[in-house]
T-cell receptor
């Protein structure tokens, strides 16, 4: 059974640009969550999508947005990139939302801002 | 304010002995707890979880204990193996918001042969 797939694995951008990251969940999983991992803040929740609707949102500025498609695949977009956005962005999927099911993570996209 | 705390940044254990990783939380609304293991350059791997209606859950060499009154959980690994060397994260969520996991900062476990 294929795991959570994130593309690309590595990305280098410059300040002011925008970026789109992609996540394909485990087959059959309908909930997708996004997290940002930095050395200082650790793993922080960005948002969760279920059935193409945003269910929860973390404490991040509006420059961070996402969406989910009918096949449960999800994308995350960051506009007007800042140096502080350099991080590992992780996507996780679970069968349902709010059902006490564990989330399974992809290997992440390493975003570097120059 | 950290809602999930792992106060030991690192732990070193001899192969074959027990590893005990600890986690404290402050939010009494948390009702689902998970442990993840992370190797460098990989995403976190789910290990084991526990619902707040239980106080113990076991899966092979891994056992998680939950003490709700103390707001404390621990992960026991018996016996420890060199392949267990990794960073371990404790995470928690509130019922209805399981898509939003609150993570601790992690404990780096080193198992020495």
């Amino acid at each position: 059974k294929a795991g959570v797939t994130q593309t690309p694995r590595y990305l280098i951008k410059t300040r002011g640009q925008q970026v789109t990251l992609s996540c394909s969940p485990i087959s059959g999983h309908r909930s997708v969550s996004w997290y940002q991992q930095t050395p200082g803040q650790g793993l922080q929740f960005l948002f969760e999508y279920f059935s193409e609707t945003q269910r929860n949102k973390g404490n991040f500025p509006g420059r961070f947005s996402g969406r989910q498609f009918s096949n449960s695949r999800s994308e995350m977009n960051v506009s007007t990139l800042e140096l502080g956005d350099s991080a590992l962005y992780l996507c996780a999927s679970s069968l349902v939302s709010g059902g006490g099911q564990p989330q399974h993570f992809g290997d992440g996209t390493r975003l570097s801002i120059l | 304010d950290q809602q999930v705390k792992q106060n030991s940044p690192s732990l070193s254990v001899q192969e074959g002995r027990i590893s005990i990783l600890n986690c404290d939380y402050t939010n009494s609304m948390f009702d689902y707890f998970l442990w993840y293991k992370k190797y460098p350059a990989e995403g976190p791997t789910f290990l084991i979880s526990i619902s707040s209606i239980k106080d113990k859950n076991e899966d092979g060499r891994f056992t998680v204990f939950l003490n709700k009154s103390a707001k404390h959980l621990s992960l026991h690994i018996v016996p420890s193996q060199p392949g267990d060397s990794a960073v371990y994260f404790c995470a928690a969520s509130v019922y209805g918001s399981q898509g939003n996991l609150i993570f601790g900062k992690g404990t780096k476990l080193s198992v020495k042969p």
